[in-house]
């Protein structure tokens, strides 16, 4: 295999590694209580890409129109807004589930691209896009004690709502981004996700509240892990378009589709070994469950990128 597989790769394992340190946050430490604190934290966080963009691209950064610059500051509050929804389906969800329901957002990308942008939506992406909700509807299907289906309504909309808003940011900032630069448009996007951590700080009592409550009251742990998860993400990114660079990006994409089954062997092997930290359900019929929903999804992820 060729580099810039294993470079693709790094993507989608740093991200599960993410994933489980979101829920691990929100099930140890917050009780429920944590998403806003979270929010918050990953909004401000991003204060520290802008002087990191300034200092390569400064004579750059305002060379763009006004619509554009406001576009891109309402493109960094939809990825708030996307992340807001993750969390909470997170905090009432395992990792294993709600990561495999995300891949909801090419299925939006893709229609959301042909109103947008006007990119053709094929007979073949649509029935793809069928597969991977058939995988979906299976994998939003609890079987309880008495072997019981109950479908799980609130996550899958929680997720829906998060998948849309995904979604959403990632075409405009691509409507934008194809005009100007990559990276001008990426300091604004940032810019507008540090202006509504600053804004929902000022404005919002719950969050506000949260938030000070995890950098006063709690100890160091708290603290580190929500920077190394913000760090990790960040170096997924990375890794994920630098290996753009190096292959067609719809094989990079399918590639990155691998993160639900690096979630669920995560999650089996943090509950077998480590259960203070991550506990999920892994009796056979759960890992049945989860591993066909889940080969499902990245099948008709594999297909759908293929066929752009």
Do not use: C
Request: net charge neutral.
């Amino acid at each position: 295999m060729e580099n810039w597989f294993f470079i693709a790769l790094i993507a989608p394992i740093l991200w599960s590694i993410v994933n489980h340190i979101d829920k691990h946050l929100l099930s140890r430490y917050f009780e429920g209580r944590g998403v806003g604190a979270i929010v918050l934290f990953s909004s401000l966080f991003s204060v520290f890409v802008l002087p990191i963009i300034i200092f390569f691209y400064h004579s750059q950064i305002f060379n763009l129109s006004f619509y554009d610059l406001v576009s891109l500051l309402f493109v960094g509050l939809l990825s708030a807004g996307a992340f807001y929804f993750y969390l909470r389906a997170m905090d009432i969800e395992e990792a294993s589930i709600v990561v495999p329901l995300l891949q909801l957002v090419p299925i939006f990308g893709y229609f959301l691209s042909f109103l947008i942008l006007g990119e053709n939506l094929s007979t073949q992406q649509v029935m793809y896009s069928l597969l991977i909700i058939a995988g979906i509807a299976i994998l939003s299907v609890e079987i309880d004690i008495e072997n019981n289906f109950l479908f799980k309504k609130r996550v899958v909309y929680l997720v829906a709502a998060s998948s849309f808003l995904f979604a959403l940011h990632d075409v405009l900032f691509k409507k934008i981004a194809v005009q100007d630069t990559f990276w001008v448009s990426a300091f604004w996007q940032y810019a507008g996700l540090t202006l509504f951590g600053i804004f929902t700080f000022l404005l919002s009592k719950n969050f506000r509240e949260e938030f000070i409550k995890m950098i006063k009251g709690h100890n160091l742990n708290i603290l580190s892990l929500n920077v190394v998860s913000e760090t990790l993400y960040i170096m997924g990114n990375l890794a994920n378009n630098f290996a753009t660079l190096l292959a067609p990006v719809a094989i990079v994409l399918v590639v990155s589709s691998y993160q639900p089954l690096f979630v669920f062997i995560g999650g089996v092997f943090l509950t077998i070994f480590l259960p203070k930290i991550i506990s999920e359900k892994i009796s056979k019929k759960h890992l049945i469950h989860k591993l066909i929903s889940i080969i499902i999804i990245i099948i008709g992820s594999y297909l759908l990128y293929f066929s752009s």
